[in-house]
């Protein structure tokens, strides 16, 4: 089956199964294919999306401000033949078994010099930097001398 890959180590990219690269313009989409592909199941509740991206906001606002990037990344990848995000009235998922994502491979992690999510900063939003910078200290951990494998990675990253 054809893949998505997903770069979120370094400079973001996002290359869609038949090798175009899509143009994800918004931050705060970069962010949420973040908080989706550090999820273990790729899932997040609703909720804790907006807590993280809009929790300044209106709760209304916050609801609408996602259906917005969720359709933005639905137009973006409309043309691929596999959904790349699925949601429901609660839930938010990166679809796993189509994408090949760069955090949740220990060799690309060992591999990459680039920090994660590079350059994406959400100004206002204290929860989703302080998400950031945990899940940057994690990552850099495991990219140093003595690298773990197998779950003991995946339970490091997050993923577990």
Avoid: C
Wanted: proline fraction near 3%; avoid cysteine.
């Amino acid at each position: 089956m054809a893949l998505y890959r997903l770069r979120l180590l370094g400079a973001f990219q996002l290359v869609a199964p038949n090798g175009q690269r899509l143009d994800v313009t918004s931050k705060k989409a970069i962010a949420l294919l973040g908080l989706l592909a550090s999820a273990n199941s790729g899932e997040r509740w609703r909720a804790w999306i907006q807590d993280k991206l809009w929790g300044s906001r209106e709760l209304r606002q916050a609801q609408a401000s996602l259906r917005r990037e969720l359709h933005g990344l639905r137009k973006l990848t409309a043309g691929s033949p596999f959904p790349l995000v699925e949601a429901t009235s609660r839930t938010v998922r990166l679809n796993l078994n189509v994408v090949d994502v760069d955090i949740r491979s220990e060799d690309a992690l060992l591999r990459s010099s680039g920090e994660f999510l590079e350059g994406i900063d959400i100004a206002g939003e204290e929860s989703f930097e302080e998400w950031l910078r945990e899940m940057r200290n994690n990552l850099a951990d495991l990219s140093g001398p003595m690298p773990l494998a197998g779950k003991q990675y995946h339970s490091s990253v997050g993923l577990d």
